[in-house]
């Protein structure tokens, strides 16, 4: 065979391999997937855990998390924003968005709870909620009632122990949880009203009580796949994967409860 005949058929072999792994290239990166999820502030940690653990059989998935207060969260998602799923910390933002018909028809699922607790910095000697009134406790953070659950629970609390007139004055009010977190944490604040999800994961402040079930709304948390998911099914299987007994048993080990319907 003549050598030009021989260069050309490696030359043409090469191509024809150079084709090939572009081929594979695009192939993969079409189906690599992408889910945006609007989660509650509180889930943070237990949720990038639980990503991560769906990950290990999903190589191919990547998460884009947008962290904050559901109300926030769910006002984003009513105006158009970019989102496949939707993880409130209050069913009352998901109902709004359901009644609205933004919502994927049979994706909603409650997966989880939490309580309400009174937190202080370490070395505060408050007591109990009735402490809160005390001239020693200068502020007390809470999640804005508007459109944070963790301050529309705190704001039931306060009331059902008659504390709403002899503490409104002394109130900050946070953007998320996490927040209200943060300000008893650097000392900005005297108290706070969080989850107790939230005060397991600081080493800065402790546990002075916790909220009665009988003075506040149930705290469930609900999943659903948002309408306008480009992704519907892969956000369906994922919300499957959290209701998981795997997925469960991180939660849990965030101080979670969990309550599947």
């Known amino acids: ?30 189906h690599a997937q992408n889910l945006t999820v609007s989660a509650a502030a509180s889930l943070k940690d237990a949720l990038v855990e639980a990503e991560a653990a769906y990950k290990q059989s999903h190589a191919k998935m990547d998460f884009a998390n947008n962290l ?3 109300g926030a969260l769910a006002a984003q998602i009513d105006q158009g924003a970019p989102a496949d799923i939707f993880l409130s910390a209050a069913t ?40 809160l009134a005390d001239n020693s ?6 999640g804005d009632p508007v459109s944070v659950p963790a301050g529309q629970y705190g704001k039931q609390v306060l009331a059902a122990l008659h504390l ?17 977190l943060t300000y008893v944490e650097t000392g900005n604040a005297d108290a706070g009203l969080v ?25 469930v948390y609900p999943a659903a796949v948002v309408k306008a998911s480009r992704n519907e099914e892969a956000a369906r299987r994922f919300i499957e994967f959290l209701s998981s007994p795997a997925a469960q ?9 969990i309550a599947l319907s």
């Open 1 to 30: 065979m003549k050598p030009g005949v021989i260069a050309g058929k490696r030359k043409s072999q090469f191509f024809s391999r150079a084709a090939l792994v572009l081929l594979v290239g695009i192939f993969s990166v079409c």
């Open 68 to 70: 904050g207060s559901s």
């Open 92 to 131: 009352k933002q998901m109902d709004q968005l359901e009644a609205k018909g933004l919502i994927a028809t049979g994706t909603r699922r409650n997966l989880l709870r939490n309580t309400l607790v009174l937190i202080a910095p370490l070395d505060s000697k408050l007591q109990d909620f009735q402490g």
């Open 137 to 142: 406790v200068r502020l007390i953070a809470m």
């Open 164 to 180: 709403t007139d002899k503490v409104a004055s002394k109130l900050v009010l946070g953007n998320d949880v996490r927040q209200v």
């Open 195 to 219: 989850y107790a999800t939230d005060a397991k994961i600081s080493r800065k402040v402790r546990i002075v009580a916790t909220a009665p079930e009988s003075t506040h709304d149930p705290i």
């Open 249 to 257: 048993a991180i939660f849990q080990k965030y101080g979670f409860t």
